[in-house]
């Protein structure tokens, strides 16, 4: 049986780094254990392959090129320190802005859970 946490490291609005590949994201959804699919879990190199009984990370992601959606393990992620906005083209469709108080960007309310 798997040992599940409950309560999730990172929140809805944080922005964070992933640890290993250079990109940086908002988190904009979180499932409390692994949530896609199997065939998307075993693309990832065995090396580094997370594991499944931790949460999982929707995020609006940005690196030098281009903007996506990531979808990330808790332990691939870091704080992300830079001050820099997100310029992910749907983050107004989650958020209404950065705030600066709670260093997060606001969640629209029909968004919220």
Known sequence: MMNIRN???FHIGQVVRHRLFSFRGVIFDVDPVF???????????????????QPFYHLLAENDDSE???????????????????????ISDYFTGFDKKQQRYTLKAKRAH
């Not at 949530?35 to 009984?53: F, H, Q």
């Not at 996506?68 to 749907?90: M, W």
């Open 35 to 53: 949530n896609n699919t199997e065939e998307w879990w075993t693309s990832i190199p065995p090396e580094v392959r997370p594991s499944k009984d």
């Open 68 to 90: 996506y959606v990531a979808y990330v393990s808790e332990q691939n992620l870091l704080v992300d320190e830079n001050d820099d906005p997100i310029r992910h083209p749907q």
């Open 7 to 9: 309560e999730a490291k």
